[in-house]
């Protein structure tokens, strides 16, 4: 069994701290993501359960034993990083079994746990390859391999894909779900990308300037963000965001700042002349005959769906179709949203209504 459990963590450079208290319950065999944007705080507080940064207040604990002043050696984790960190000299055979070759293992069995990793991650072939002679993608399975090799209570992953191409990120994400599935090696996994972490992830930690702004389960932060930065940054394209006012007389409704009036499905939680911000995903929006008039700014073609930019008074909305539409730039057309998912948020505290 292997636990984490992070305790009202802190870290401080200096006078400055940069980690603000945060507290995460990892269970035995779950896949965590932290994400946030570049700065948030989520690679140091990777660093500090590896033991690779200190801790400057709080407590870190793998299978309930306290880490906070144990060396990284002897925290019987494995840390995946961005740059592979392989050995050129080294063959890949090497370079797997070299944590394995330190702590003086037997040739037999570092032989059986690399020819069991590369099996598993599709190396035989390239075993006495050098790393030149590998594309980005194989060096990062290699790098996968030597963390699997030492057979670890916890696996780190920190922005292990942010070197390979677009198409060559999504086969590494299936590969790295996949593993977890077969292994069930407790894993913590760091990204600035919300689609790697709504993709992976059984649970998802957000981050921002230090702090944790939510926890929960992917579609759980994307149906219910608990604030506006949440509902900002899970979701591609974005969340739409209008600011203006509650109104209760008579129907309940939204008004925005250019007195565009917005249907709600009732507003509980929210009092008359509330100022507040009407959040609403660009799937969630329809063409309606009795719909809000929006003039057509762009329209963006990806293939599967259709992205049209829209201006609805003085606001550019997103709405995203999966049927394909000849709009024009210039064009009217009337958008409703599908009230059940319109989201509010108070305008001055950014938490949802």
């Not at 299936?174 to 090696?185: S, V, Y």
């Not at 990308?193 to 230090?210: H, N, P, S, Y």
């Not at 024009?328 to 209504?353: A, N, S, Y």
Request: proline share 5%.
């Amino acid at each position: 069994m292997a636990p984490v459990a992070v305790r009202d963590v802190r870290k401080s450079f200096g006078a400055t701290e940069i980690i603000h208290g945060v507290s995460i319950d990892i269970a035995d065999g779950e896949f965590v993501v932290l994400v946030g944007p570049s700065g948030c705080g989520k690679s140091t507080l990777l660093r500090m359960i590896a033991g690779l940064e200190s801790i400057t207040a709080g407590e870190i604990s793998i299978s309930d034993l306290v880490v906070n002043r144990v060396p990284p050696k002897e925290r019987d984790i494995a840390m995946v990083f961005q740059n592979y960190a392989l050995y050129p000299h080294m063959t890949v055979a090497d370079n797997m079994g070299f944590s394995l070759k330190l702590r003086r293992t037997d040739k037999a069995v570092i032989a059986e746990r690399v020819g069991r990793a590369a099996e598993i991650l599709g190396l035989i072939p390239y075993l006495e390859r050098y790393p030149r002679q590998l594309s980005g993608g194989q060096r990062q399975r290699v790098a996968m391999g030597r963390a699997i090799v030492r057979d670890p209570k916890v696996f780190l992953f920190d922005e292990p894909l942010s070197n390979l191409d677009a198409k060559l990120r999504v086969q590494m994400r299936t590969e790295i779900k996949e593993l977890h599935q077969r292994l069930g090696t407790t894993t913590i996994y760091v990204t600035h990308d919300q689609i790697e972490a709504m993709t992976m992830a059984d649970t998802i930690v957000v981050m921002r300037d230090g702090e944790v702004e939510q926890i929960g389960a992917p579609l759980e932060l994307y149906d219910h963000p608990a604030n506006l930065f949440v509902a900002g940054f899970i979701g591609s394209p974005a969340m739409n965001f209008i600011e203006g006012r509650v109104s209760l007389n008579g129907t309940a409704r939204f008004i925005s700042e250019a007195g565009v009036e917005l249907p709600l499905n009732g507003a509980p939680g929210a009092r008359d002349g509330q100022t507040a911000v009407y959040g609403i995903r660009p799937e969630h929006l329809t063409l309606s005959d009795d719909g809000v008039e929006a003039e057509v700014i762009v329209v963006e073609p990806t293939g599967s769906e259709t992205q049209v930019f829209t201006r609805i008074g003085r606001r550019v909305v997103v709405a995203e179709f999966r049927e394909r539409h000849d709009f024009k730039p210039g064009e009217k057309i009337r958008l409703g949203p599908r009230l059940d998912l319109v989201h509010l948020f108070d305008r001055e505290t950014g938490r949802r209504v």
